[in-house]
């Protein structure tokens, strides 16, 4: 996916667009060609020019294949594919690094967050490395720990199930640090004996930039020799040497580490962990790229979390504060207010008479206390929204944030809300100030995808600006401007979804179906699939159709088809609108058939669990998406939490774990076919 821009380029899947070039990424699959120890490796290669990457993961990239060599060590790395999202990104290669406990050839180190990857021989007499082949590459955390391993005699290392979770002696869980006590590996003629202990006053990484010691240090204690040891004695001498030189004797902390990497002691399965993707990166040159197009993907990121919102946050943020509540504070009911608290009760019993009445009653003991005022208000909107009643809650709701705005819970009330009113587009303007607020409120991309599926279905789904501009889902457009190794001038292309922060609209070309992300500046619409939102309150479409106007721009809106259904509605209410539509517009009542259809089809829809998280996640809407355009809810992710799927500068991490899953369940089911308890049951 390339990204065009004015000034700076996004990153997609299969190529960057930097300094004004374009250089497509190699995809490769590796194969090693080991006769000895360190060999070159045989690399077959698939994808564009551009050169300087080559990967241990599978790709499907377009274009010929070949086939090349590697005779040296890359210049870099990068990883993806982990759960553990900090040994993602990009590893650059440093100069060896003497306070690991190995004795490093060479060092890569990931440039945001500390984790390691380094290639280097197993000590004598120590473990055995992954492989059994005298070396290894291992990724170690930023405490020091060993965590994952691959067979060395390489110059690349694997991807995937090549790596292993790594158990060692708990030595191997940390950097040595000031008053470890440690013992001498081997003996060092004029210096020290084997399994001679001392003290260490300096270690860690941390510590060998500044070690507080008041004592000056010698004059040849320096990067190469960074860890500063005192040997007790009639004679205490003190020595700057490296950490591969040491053993380290391990204490309860080191065995406690040890047991939250890998619970009793046994090696870890969790192939989620594993790095599914790495890719070597060749030359200083793709670095520097890589580098540049990592700035631009973590500036999506803080735009994304940083969203200028309107004056006046930082204000409702102090006032919460000074109420001993959080803009995230769960919508009323409990607390103080044994109104609310009764109120809620009433409407949970579908009372809804009683119950307004309890919350006019709440909300008048506390009309001078903004944020009580704020919290009985949004409880109060959402039993309007139980009661059917979208534009009373609606009300609600915006007195609610009138009095605190940006509060989490009045902010996702109007949401839904909104979404009752058949207004999409204004419900997904607030869902995402929602995720601005508070990324981590419960199943807030969810609702994105769903207010954004409900507006494609209405045929005004959004990608850029206000629908009224025309800029939808599944609009037509042109070029304006030839755009040098992306289109010509006036080449014809569809909107096919939503883009990143940066180039919002995600086109797909007609002439050879490439999938960029743009900004409108560099478009002008043809044609647009435009709808309608909004209007009376009830879905927008029912009144015209029961009048005899066209329906055709909204026929896949199954919750307008059955009234004010609840935007989160029940089992029970949705059976209540389900039997309230059927009879309204049944044509033995005096209904349009097509209307009963429509509810009819509605009912399927929602009424299975299946179907519905389909229609719910805009799968539905009858476009067929390459993958690089990815699902709404990939869309969503990337829109509005670019940090979820991280910096994806070659594509789809998990291509090569989903056919191994597919394995292991094949595996596994095989096994319980032929166990003596499946076959008793035969």
């Known amino acids: 996916m390339l990204t065009p821009a004015a000034s700076a380029m996004s990153c997609g899947a299969r190529a960057h667009h930097c300094a004004g070039s374009v250089v497509t990424l190699a995809v490769v699959v590796l194969g090693m060609v080991l006769t000895g120890s360190v060999t070159a490796q045989q690399l077959s290669v698939r994808g564009g020019g551009g050169g300087g990457e080559v990967g241990s993961h599978r790709g499907r990239g377009r274009g010929g294949g070949g086939f090349g060599f590697v005779s040296q060590y890359p210049a870099g790395m990068f990883v993806a594919g982990s759960s553990i999202g900090a040994m993602n990104g990009l590893y650059h290669r440093t100069e060896l690094n003497h306070t690991h406990l190995h004795a490093v050839e060479h060092s890569y180190s990931n440039v945001d967050t500390g984790w390691w990857m380094v290639y280097t021989a197993a000590p004598p007499g120590g473990y055995t490395p992954v492989g059994d082949k005298g070396s290894e590459w291992i990724l170690i955390d930023p405490a020091g720990a060993d965590r994952f391993g691959c067979a060395g005699g390489s110059y690349l290392p694997g991807a995937g199930e090549s790596w292993q979770h790594v158990a060692r002696h708990p030595e191997y869980s940390r950097f040595i640090q000031r008053g470890d006590t440690i013992e001498t590996r081997d003996d060092v003629e004029g210096v020290w004996k084997k399994s001679e202990k001392a003290t260490v006053n300096r270690g860690s990484p941390d510590e060998s930039r500044s070690s507080g010691d008041e004592e000056p240090l010698d004059?040849?204690?320096?990067?190469?020799?960074?860890?500063?040891?005192?040997?007790?004695?009639?004679?205490?001498?003190?020595?700057?040497?490296?950490?591969?030189?040491?053993?380290?004797?391990?204490?309860?902390?080191?065995?406690?580490?040890?047991?939250?990497?890998?619970?009793?002691?046994?090696?870890?399965?969790?192939?989620?962990?594993?790095?599914?993707?790495?890719?070597?990166?060749?030359?200083?040159?793709?670095?520097?790229?890589?580098?540049?197009?990592?700035?631009?993907?973590?500036?999506?990121?803080?735009?994304?979390?940083?969203?200028?919102?309107?004056?006046?946050?930082?204000?409702?943020?102090?006032?919460?504060?000074?109420?001993?509540?959080?803009?995230?504070?769960?919508?009323?009911?409990?607390?103080?207010?044994?109104?609310?608290?009764?109120?809620?009760?009433?409407?949970?019993?579908?009372?809804?008479d009683q119950a307004f009445l309890l919350y006019d009653e709440a909300v008048a003991s506390v009309r001078d206390d903004p944020v009580p005022l704020a919290r009985a208000l949004t409880a109060q909107a959402h039993c309007h929204r139980r009661?059917?009643?979208?534009?009373?809650?609606?009300?609600?709701?915006?007195?609610?944030?009138?009095?605190?705005?940006?509060?989490?819970?009045?902010?996702?009330?109007?949401?839904?809300?909104?979404?009752?009113?058949?207004?999409?587009?204004?419900?997904?303007?607030?869902?995402?100030?929602?995720?601005?607020?508070?990324?981590?409120?419960?199943?807030?991309?969810?609702?994105?995808?769903?207010?954004?599926?409900?507006?494609?279905?209405?045929?005004?789904?959004?990608?850029?600006?206000?629908?009224?501009?025309?800029?939808?889902?599944?609009?037509?457009?042109?070029?304006?401007?030839?755009?040098?190794?992306?289109?010509?001038?006036?080449?014809?292309?569809?909107?096919?979804?939503?883009?990143s922060v940066n180039a919002p609209i995600l086109i797909m070309f007609d002439k050879n179906?490439?999938?960029?992300?743009?900004?409108?500046?560099?478009?002008?619409?043809?044609?647009?699939?435009?709808?309608?939102?909004?209007?009376?309150?009830?879905?927008?479409?029912?009144?015209?159709?029961?009048?005899?106007?066209?329906?055709?721009?909204?026929?896949?809106?199954?919750?307008?088809?059955?009234?004010?259904?609840?935007?989160?509605?029940?089992?029970?209410?949705?059976?209540?609108?389900?039997?309230?539509?059927?009879?309204?517009?049944?044509?033995?009542?005096?209904?349009?058939?097509?209307?009963?259809?429509?509810?009819?089809?509605?009912?399927?829809?929602?009424?299975?669990?299946?179907?519905?998280?389909?229609?719910?996640?805009?799968?539905?809407?009858?476009?067929?998406?390459?993958?690089?355009?990815?699902?709404?809810?990939?869309?969503?992710?990337?829109?509005?939490?670019?940090?979820?799927?991280?910096?994806?500068?070659?594509?789809?991490?998990?291509?090569r774990k989903r056919p191994f899953q597919q394995r292991l369940r094949a595996e596994a089911e095989a096994r319980r076919r032929n166990s003596p308890d499946s076959r008793d049951e035969l």
Not at 222 to 251: H, M, S, Y
Not at 602 to 607: G, T
Request: charged residues 25%.
């Open 219 to 352: 004059d040849d204690f320096n990067d190469d020799a960074p860890i500063l040891v005192t040997f007790d004695g009639e004679e205490p001498r003190r020595i700057a040497t490296q950490a591969w030189r040491l053993r380290r004797v391990a204490d309860a902390q080191d065995t406690a580490v040890q047991a939250t990497h890998f619970g009793d002691g046994g090696a870890g399965v969790d192939f989620d962990e594993l790095p599914w993707q790495v890719v070597a990166i060749m030359s200083h040159d793709k670095m520097i790229e890589l580098s540049n197009s990592k700035r631009q993907y973590d500036d999506e990121v803080a735009r994304a979390r940083h969203a200028k919102l309107p004056p006046g946050f930082e204000d409702a943020v102090r006032l919460l504060e000074m109420g001993t509540e959080t803009p995230s504070s769960p919508p009323a009911g409990g607390g103080d207010l044994g109104h609310i608290r009764d109120a809620d009760a009433e409407c949970r019993s579908r009372h809804f």
């Open 387 to 499: 009661s059917l009643d979208p534009l009373a809650a609606l009300a609600a709701v915006e007195a609610a944030l009138d009095a605190v705005p940006y509060l989490c819970p009045a902010l996702f009330e109007k949401g839904l809300a909104l979404l009752d009113t058949g207004r999409p587009v204004e419900a997904i303007d607030t869902f995402a100030t929602l995720a601005v607020v508070n990324a981590s409120w419960p199943a807030i991309q969810r609702w994105l995808v769903h207010a954004h599926a409900r507006a494609r279905h209405r045929g005004i789904g959004p990608v850029d600006g206000a629908v009224a501009d025309g800029y939808v889902f599944g609009a037509r457009v042109r070029t304006v401007a030839a755009y040098d190794g992306l289109w010509a001038a006036g080449d014809g292309a569809a909107i096919v979804g939503l883009g």
């Open 513 to 655: 179906q490439k999938v960029i992300n743009t900004q409108r500046e560099h478009l002008e619409l043809i044609s647009s699939m435009k709808g309608v939102e909004g209007g009376n309150g009830d879905g927008g479409s029912e009144d015209s159709a029961s009048s005899g106007e066209d329906t055709a721009a909204t026929p896949f809106d199954h919750f307008s088809a059955l009234g004010n259904l609840p935007a989160d509605f029940s089992d029970s209410e949705f059976k209540r609108g389900y039997r309230a539509a059927s009879i309204k517009h049944h044509p033995d009542k005096g209904g349009l058939t097509e209307m009963f259809q429509r509810v009819s089809a509605a009912h399927r829809a929602l009424s299975d669990s299946d179907l519905r998280e389909t229609y719910l996640r805009g799968e539905d809407t009858g476009i067929a998406l390459d993958e690089e355009v990815g699902s709404l809810t990939d869309q969503v992710e990337r829109r509005y939490f670019p940090e979820r799927t991280g910096f994806r500068a070659f594509g789809d991490p998990y291509e």
